[in-house]
């Protein structure tokens, strides 16, 4: 009997021993496609120069208090990452996980206007259908209904605008550059509806992950947001905790859209799951704004700059950069989506396959030509994940894509090491998955 307190309560886990490469291994011995978990292991399981980091690290000092001491690797990770930062971005707040960096995020938004003199910015505006993690904080950001729905009276009022959804919510009418224009200007009427002078921030994904399943938004309407934000002096906060570190094929998702971001959150593939880290990266008039002023972040936990999750980081984000991975993952995720494309395009259920990199969705509909999602009573992501499970795929199938209610996807998140013939596995083991449930 277990006393783990798991996140489903029925569910009856296999206990996994091992990983190697693309895969992970359970004490039955059964070897499972890891191409969902959340595009985490974008290194895949036992990279040696990963491992050798974690253990040298281990073996100098394990911990040292942020209010005392920084550390090398924590400084050398900051280094490194600055380097290859959009924009004017400058300064790198360490913490151990997604949600905390977005958090931060908010946090420093307010404090950045309360240093500057305009202490009644305080509005967050976001978008329906986003995930930007789960603490109080977080969760107020995001617009995901189902995540949101049991602890709505102890949330933040923030306000959402329409998501960048090309397949769901264009209209025939519009082409794709009017369509996106059009959803990126009603951030204007919002901040109009709310007064400017009381708007901090905007905080969008450059590519919507959980809740959508790798959503990228059209061209034109992340400069459209980056020129609206200029206009009014509100902060521009991308969340990248899922789709950046190389994910999408850049090691920063927001250079797809030639834009920079005045704060930008990371984690997920930034540790690659060899350790629990996540981080805000902010630009240098934010930094300058606090040190001028109070000099203080009026934030922290325990955790942060941890040694040997910096570590971690700094050998991962090495092993990104000097062999080119995102490149790999661009040319690996065209390969993915050819492949989607042959063996998915046309089924009955499939109404979109999308994504960048090596991060896909899959639109599951109940009818294909009038896009009409199956019932959600039906549980069709949830069959599909079990399914997909059985036969050795760790996939990530989620309910609720059009509204938190509504509709289901499969979001694919493969290691960057992923080779072809893993490519036809996944393919396999997808399709033998969805004929059983569809």
């Not at 605008?161 to 397949?167: D, F, G, L, R, S």
């Not at 059009?402 to 596995?425: C, M, S, T, W, Y």
């Given at each position: ?16 021993i ?24 974008c ?14 690290q ?5 911990f ?12 050398s ?9 959009p ?46 993690g ?103 906060i ?7 570190m ?26 690659a ?73 046309q ?29 959600p ?51 396999t ?10």
């Amino acid at each position: 009997m277990s006393h783990i307190f798991p996140r489903h309560t029925k569910s009856d886990l296999p206990v996994a021993i091992g990983g190697e490469g693309c895969y992970l291994v359970d004490s039955e011995g059964r070897r499972y496609l890891d191409c969902g978990d959340a595009a985490v292991s974008c290194l895949g399981h036992s990279n040696a120069a990963v491992t050798r980091a974690v253990q040298e690290q281990v073996g100098k000092i394990a911990f040292a208090h942020t209010g005392f001491m920084t550390s090398e690797p924590a400084e050398s990770l900051a280094d490194l990452l600055i380097k290859h930062a959009p924009g004017d971005l400058d300064r790198v707040y360490f913490v151990s996980g997604g949600s905390e960096a977005t958090e931060a995020a908010i946090k420093l938004a307010r404090q950045y206007f309360l240093e500057i003199g305009e202490p009644e910015r305080r509005h967050v505006i976001a978008r329906r259908q986003s995930y930007h993690g789960n603490t109080l904080g977080a969760l107020s950001a995001g617009g995901n209904a189902w995540r949101r729905a049991q602890f709505a009276p102890m949330l933040i009022d923030m306000t959402h605008i329409a998501p960048c959804y090309e397949y769901a919510e264009r209209p025939e009418s519009e082409s794709s550059f009017e369509y996106g224009q059009r959803v990126a200007n009603e951030l204007e009427v919002e901040i109009q509806r709310l007064g400017p002078e009381s708007v901090m921030a905007f905080m969008a994904e450059p590519v919507v992950g959980a809740t959508l399943g790798a959503v990228p938004a059209v061209d034109g309407y992340f400069r459209r947001i980056r020129e609206i934000c200029d206009q009014y002096g509100v902060l521009l906060i991308l969340d990248e905790v899922m789709c950046g570190m190389g994910r999408t094929g850049q090691l920063f998702a927001c250079d797809h859209d030639n834009i920079a971001p005045d704060i930008l959150c990371i984690a997920k593939g930034l540790g690659a799951g060899y350790q629990p880290i996540g981080a805000t990266l902010c630009s240098r008039r934010i930094y300058e704004a606090i040190r001028d002023g109070s000099g203080f972040f009026q934030h922290g936990h325990t955790y942060i700059g941890h040694p040997v999750a910096t570590a971690a980081a700094l050998a991962v984000v090495t092993e990104l950069t000097e062999k080119d991975l995102p490149k790999r993952v661009a040319v690996m995720g065209e390969k993915l989506q050819s492949a989607l494309n042959t063996a998915f395009g046309q089924h009955p259920n499939v109404g979109d396959i999308r994504g960048r990199g090596l991060f896909r969705g899959i639109e599951l509909v109940a009818d294909r030509e009038s896009k009409r999602p199956f019932d959600p009573s039906q549980g069709i992501a949830g069959k599909i994940k079990k399914a997909a499970f059985a036969e050795g795929l760790i996939c990530y199938p989620m309910s609720g894509t059009r509204d938190g209610k509504h509709g289901d996807h499969i979001l694919l998140a493969p290691p960057f090491i992923i080779e072809d013939a893993q490519i036809d596995e996944l393919i396999t083991k997808l399709g033998r998955a969805l004929e059983r449930v569809l």
